[in-house]
């Protein structure tokens, strides 16, 4: 009985948790004495004493005849199955990889992929043992249903039905061209049922989970953070219902009892109409806000945290409730109205773990503003990429207007004084805008373009969780990020005053990128068919990118030419920082060099990202 366990335990426990989003789902319909067992072994390599509970409770699971054999599937992966056996599926076994050119007729079924969608499929697609990886740009018109693999570019990518997902492998076999998922044990779990309400609400496109959890980017300030808690969604023919009720645990230390280690999240969300339709939803949160989350995402900036002690965002702690309209026009576009009220408060930066460089001392916190502030949102996107037979070629674009008022304590001010600083009232608007436009020039070839613009539009001056800088391999990665030293400091605008943690000052700012991509020889580089099974995540076609960034950013004042310009001025080009760049994107990783051009004694900078550069 305990080696059963110890077998089950190896082959489903990390691929139970370690999905290729990052995060971990376990569903409750699905739960018995074994899941509760796999949990509990597990962790009995470090803990003799969880061995100990867990040998007493499998002497206590009823004995089992080893005869008792039978198929025990979930849902998704009942569902996968039912979608690879019918007459009309497309199947495939290995690396399977839609261009962007190309439309697929029907379902899709792969075994063992991976799974590279550039293009469009007209239908469900299936991907069993499997990771998917989804293109800016690229159409499943129906289902997505991933069973053993993670999917990567959902965000940028339309999907028209619901993604289904089970980070557990499937063990099959092949009779003919008829997958058969394998028998396995089943132990009793009546004592579980006796004791406990199982619950099974899948139907269709609805689901629930009992239990979620998913981490939150790893950072200086928190560690890392999980959110923990159920989720609800239904997608009736009249629209939609989402509810979310999170607690957020955060694990640096010294964790205590109280709202340093935990927060809370809260969301409940019911759209009339589909596609197009009205959303109403409410909002409370006690959570801790990155500022400039736009130049990283959350892996790429969790990553360097965790790894390289090097954190490329600050942050601040909000608290309040929340009400939005949301005007969907379909996958492609929506309009969104929030009104929130929320507490403000200043966070400081902890020691928590990492891998290198631990004996470094971590980049300050900046001390944030801390107060009362309504803020009221309104936010606007549109993103064409998906549109038939235009795949990684089309718009993206973001705006945001923000109207802020309340009290606040500036105690991130830039200013030279030794007075404590007092509330006082404020009232400020502030605009962003991040416009894209991705052409296909040649079969294999992408010229895309983006300029972006943002900052203080009127009021007030901006607090300073919502003042903006540029630098890093965010956005200019021929300079390092937050950057001393420049003269003038366009990039960070701190104007000669040395804050702790080197805070962003400029009220306004601007950046225009360009690059140039395509595969070596057509993809003709790619060496691994042989070994898609290993699926390291470099078995995609490789690209060559080159590229150019310019940018910098400015404040609102009385003009002194270099650092502070009249509110409806925009600095001459020739004061913008300009830099040069090329490198190798593998699908997944790339890796570039950059060379500042208008400052001959900054060094060329070698960086890795994760993603995209935009």
Known sequence: MRSEWKKRLDNEFGAMVGSGTGRASYRCDSFSEGEAMRWILRFSRRAPVAWGVAMALASATPAQQPDTMVVRLSSVARSAVELYNASGTTRVSGAFDVPATKVVSGDVAVLNGPVTVAGRIQGSLVAINADVRLSPGAAVERQLIVVGGGVDGRDSARIGGELLQQAELLRYHLDGERLVADREPVYDDSWWRRHNVRHDFRRGEAFTEFFFVASRAYNRVEGWSFVIGPRFQRNPAWGKLNVEAFGVVRTAGPMKWDNQTLGHDAKAEVQFGRPLGVGLGARAFDVVEPTESWQLGDGEAGIA???????????????????????????????????????????????????????????????????????????????????????????????????????????????????????????????????????????????????????????????????????????????????????????????????????????????????????????????????????????????????????????????????????????????????????????????YWAKAVRDASEPARFFVRLERRF
């Open 305 to 591: 945290s965790a790894i390289l002690h090097r954190d490329y965002r600050d942050y601040w702690v909000r608290h309040g409730g929340a009400a939005f309209v949301r005007l969907a026009g379909g996958n492609d576009a929506d309009l969104t109205f929030t009104f929130s009220d929320e507490q403000w408060r200043d966070r400081r930066d902890r020691d928590p773990w990492t891998l290198f460089r631990g004996r470094d001392v971590w980049r300050p916190n900046p001390a944030m503003d801390e107060g009362s502030v309504h803020v009221l949102t309104s936010r606007l996107r549109v993103d064409t990429r998906g549109q038939p037979r235009s795949a990684w070629a089309g718009w993206y674009l973001v705006g945001e207007v923000e109207k802020g008022a309340g009290r606040i304590t500036r105690w991130g001010a830039p200013v030279m004084t030794f007075a404590v600083p007092s509330p006082e009232a404020v009232s400020y608007t502030r605009g962003f805008v991040d416009l894209r436009r991705y052409n296909r020039i040649a079969p294999y070839v992408n010229l895309n373009l983006r300029a972006l613009a943002g900052g203080w539009l009127s009021g007030d001056p901006l607090p300073t969780q919502r003042r903006l800088a540029l630098g890093g391999p965010g956005t200019l990665p021929g300079y390092f990020f937050r950057q001393t030293g420049l003269t003038p400091d366009v990039l960070q605008c701190s104007g000669g005053i040395v804050q702790g943690g080197t805070p962003a000052q400029c009220d306004r700012v601007a950046l225009m990128q360009v690059e140039l991509r395509s595969r070596f020889l057509a993809g003709s580089l790619r060496d691994d068919y042989d070994d898609d099974w290993w699926r390291p995540g470099f078995n995609h076609r490789m690209q060559w990118v080159l590229f150019a960034d310019a940018g910098r950013g400015w404040r609102v004042g009385t003009p002194d030419g270099t650092l502070t310009y009249a509110k409806g001025a925009v600095p001459a080009f020739d004061s913008w920082k300009v830099d040069l760049g090329g490198g190798v994107d593998f699908g997944g990783l790339g890796l």
